[in-house]
Nanobody, 129 residues
Framework: QVQLVESGGGSVQAGGSLRLSCAAS????????MGWFRQAPGKEREGVAA????????YYADSVKGRFTISQDGAKNTVYLQMNSLKPEDTAMYYC??????????????????????WGQGTQVTVSS
């Protein structure tokens, strides 16, 4: 069955860095849209970054451009989110998800209710000031 397993979360001070990983299994990894999302308590889930695994095109929410980098290792079926210059407002549970490639190039991945078919269990990121 499809599995997405996130890791790499933790607690850091503002200005610090973390790298999240999302290991995928149980489906054909290539040619999908994989995204990172976050949800803070009391807030709606929001898209952070996405990558088209077929060609490596990346997409970012304005709030993280220049600070976060999404990348992949196709040999390991793993997508990463390098987070630098972290701010307290980045504190949230971070999830990865996989879905149809059109979610990436249409921009739908940013939608909180985008129809990604599979989700991971999440990893907590806490940034203190």
């Amino acid at each position: 069955q499809v599995q997405l397993v996130e890791s790499g979360g933790g607690s850091v001070q503002a200005g610090g860095s973390l790298r999240l990983s999302c290991a995928a299994s149980g489906y054909t990894y290539s040619s999908n849209c994989m995204g990172w999302f976050r949800q803070a308590p009391g807030k709606e889930r929001e898209g952070v970054a996405a990558i088209y695994t077929g060609g490596g095109t990346t997409y970012y929410a304005d709030s993280v451009k220049g600070r976060f980098t999404i990348s992949q290792d196709g040999a390991k079926n793993t997508v990463y989110l390098q987070m630098n210059s972290l701010k307290p407002e980045d504190t949230a549970m971070y999830y990865c998800a996989t879905g149809h490639p059109s979610l990436c190039y249409s921009g739908l991945w940013l939608n909180a209710r985008a129809p990604f078919g599979y989700w991971g269990q999440g990893t907590q990121v806490t940034v203190s000031s």
